[in-house]
């Protein structure tokens, strides 16, 4: 029996249950990341042991030369924590339309980490960047301790470079939620943080809103102060039919640290893998694009935080 996210998708439109034309490939390189944030859907910390090897980098680039321009979107974890983040960047570059790292500001101040600024310049690379508040306050307490502080260090240190003041260095700026809520209006938020910022002299081009996913991390943390029930309560009863068309896992794919394929993160953070005809766990290694074309989504009810509101995806609210 369909769960119960799927069946509010077919009540929409049945064609919107199922995949169309692939235009972002999203690549998790692993779980390290030198935060461990309370959110965090992927429960990435210092301590991950999942980490992308260059032999599955190179399926991804095989894919890549196969079916030229898409986007490629790089993420973790934190992903330039990878030993072969810089490899992955320089071979993909020629064969994309954009290569885009979401990138948490602080690993910039990590020991050895000095390189990171310039190689993002040297390859036009669009970042975007976690940044829950323009309060000292609010991010130390979703992200850690002083991680307010050394984000505006990072994003000084790259609009001096160019980024957010100059055409193709783009950085767009991440806002999710500190508890069990849905984000404000993107664009009254995008203001508000123009109008915080520019208070430290900083700049940058957009800012996308993102619903917290009641998966890993962020679940614990609502089961622990007892709103799970409420918050899935809050995403059902605000279940937006005009976004479902955009939902992302229409034309995203998520390529997990060993190289199996799923419809979105979240997916990949629940296991929840896709599977060719035969049941098989499907890989990046010989995929062609017609395997996954017009291919069922895999949904669950974690999904109702894609389409609460304004909806929710890689790229911000869906709401026009
Ligand atoms: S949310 Fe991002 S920065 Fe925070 S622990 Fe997870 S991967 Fe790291
Ligand atoms: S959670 Fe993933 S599969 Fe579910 S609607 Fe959102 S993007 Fe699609």
Same mark, same amino acid.
């Given at each position: 029996?369909?769960? *119960?996210?799927?069946?509010?998708?077919?009540?929409?439109?049945?064609?919107?249950?199922?995949?169309?034309?692939?235009?972002?490939?999203?690549? $998790?390189?692993?779980?390290?990341?030198?935060?461990?944030?309370?959110?965090?859907?992927?429960?990435?910390?210092?301590?991950?042991?999942?980490?992308?090897?260059?032999?599955?980098?190179?399926?991804?680039?095989?894919?890549?030369?196969?079916?030229?321009?898409?986007?490629?979107?790089?993420?973790?974890?934190?992903?330039?924590? *990878?030993?072969?983040? /810089?490899?992955?960047?320089?071979?993909?570059?020629?064969?994309?339309?954009?290569?885009?790292? /979401? *990138? $948490?500001?602080?690993?910039?101040?990590?020991?050895?980490?000095?390189? =990171?600024?310039?190689? +993002?310049?040297?390859?036009?690379?669009?970042?975007?960047?976690?940044?829950?508040?323009?309060?000292?306050?609010?991010?130390?307490? &979703?992200?850690?301790?002083?991680?307010?502080?050394?984000?505006?260090?990072?994003?000084?240190?790259?609009?001096? =470079?160019?980024?957010? /003041?100059?055409?193709?260095?783009?950085?767009?700026?991440?806002?999710?939620?500190?508890?069990?809520?849905?984000?404000?209006?993107? $664009?009254?938020?995008?203001?508000?943080?123009?109008?915080?910022?520019?208070?430290?002299?900083?700049?940058?081009?957009?800012?996308?809103?993102?619903?917290?996913?009641?998966?890993?991390?962020?679940?614990? +943390?609502?089961?622990?102060?007892?709103?799970?029930?409420? +918050?899935?309560?809050?995403?059902?009863?605000?279940?937006?039919?005009?976004?479902?068309?955009?939902?992302?896992?229409?034309?995203?794919?998520?390529?997990?640290?060993?190289?199996?394929?799923?419809?979105?993160?979240?997916?990949?953070?629940?296991?929840?893998?896709?599977?060719?005809?035969?049941?098989?766990?499907?890989?990046?290694?010989?995929?062609?694009? &017609?395997?996954?074309?017009?291919?069922?989504?895999?949904?669950?009810?974690?999904? +109702?935080?894609?389409?609460?509101?304004?909806?929710?995806?890689?790229?911000?609210?869906?709401?026009?």
């Amino acid at each position: 029996m369909p769960n *119960n996210f799927t069946t509010a998708v077919l009540a929409v439109d049945k064609k919107l249950a199922r995949r169309k034309n692939l235009e972002i490939l999203q690549v $998790n390189l692993g779980n390290v990341c030198n935060q461990r944030c309370l959110h965090c859907h992927v429960n990435a910390g210092p301590g991950g042991d999942k980490i992308m090897s260059r032999r599955i980098i190179d399926d991804i680039i095989m894919f890549l030369s196969k079916t030229k321009g898409l986007v490629l979107d790089i993420t973790g974890g934190c992903p330039e924590l *990878n030993p072969n983040f /810089r490899y992955i960047v320089e071979t993909a570059r020629p064969l994309v339309k954009t290569v885009m790292v /979401r *990138n $948490n500001l602080t690993v910039l101040f990590e020991p050895g980490m000095e390189w =990171l600024p310039g190689f +993002y310049l040297d390859n036009k690379v669009k970042l975007v960047c976690s940044m829950p508040c323009y309060t000292a306050e609010n991010v130390d307490k &979703q992200r850690g301790e002083g991680v307010f502080d050394k984000s505006i260090s990072a994003l000084k240190l790259l609009n001096s =470079l160019g980024y957010g /003041r100059e055409p193709g260095l783009e950085i767009d700026l991440v806002y999710n939620p500190g508890g069990a809520c849905l984000p404000g209006a993107q $664009n009254a938020l995008e203001k508000d943080y123009h109008q915080q910022l520019s208070r430290h002299g900083i700049v940058f081009n957009h800012l996308i809103t993102i619903t917290n996913a009641p998966i890993n991390r962020f679940k614990t +943390y609502l089961e622990a102060n007892n709103t799970f029930d409420e +918050y899935m309560k809050l995403l059902m009863d605000n279940f937006n039919r005009e976004v479902v068309t955009d939902i992302m896992c229409r034309n995203l794919l998520s390529i997990g640290w060993d190289g199996v394929l799923y419809d979105c993160d979240f997916n990949q953070a629940l296991g929840l893998s896709l599977r060719d005809k035969a049941g098989k766990i499907m890989e990046i290694r010989g995929l062609r694009l &017609q395997d996954i074309e017009d291919k069922e989504i895999v949904f669950e009810d974690h999904c +109702y935080s894609c389409t609460a509101g304004a909806g929710s995806s890689c790229k911000g609210a869906l709401a026009k």
